[in-house]
């Protein structure tokens, strides 16, 4: 993969309404309850670049809490985990796809290089 320091969230965002549905996490779920933590995750794996998703974890907990993109999201971060690590693991290539149900949509490969 190669690696972009600045993600275009538009393209991200893109990518996410598309391809959301075929994740577990997001069933009977709308995308604009799921957008915050993708972008969240997007935005933390770039300004983390390096740094393993456990290391940071705990940290992401309560930058989640004051996250400016949150908006009216009551979402709790054990809610959004999922879908941040998942937008996390997009940005770094480190898809295992667990929480994919189909590769609908997904092409060959998910990730953006």
Do not use: C
């Amino acid at each position: 993969m190669v690696d972009r320091p600045d993600r275009d969230w538009n393209e991200e965002d893109r990518f996410w309404r598309d391809n959301y549905s075929s994740r577990s996490y997001a069933r009977d779920r709308d995308y604009d309850e799921i957008r915050p933590a993708y972008r969240f995750g997007t935005e933390s794996a770039t300004r983390h670049r390096g740094r393993d998703w456990n290391d940071v974890e705990p940290d992401l907990r309560r930058e989640w809490e004051s996250y400016e993109h949150r908006g009216s999201s009551r979402s709790t971060w054990e809610e959004i985990k999922q879908a941040a690590k998942d937008a996390w693991d997009r940005v770094t290539g480190d898809d295992d796809d667990t929480h994919r149900t189909t590769n609908r949509g997904m092409g060959e490969n998910p990730r953006r290089v």
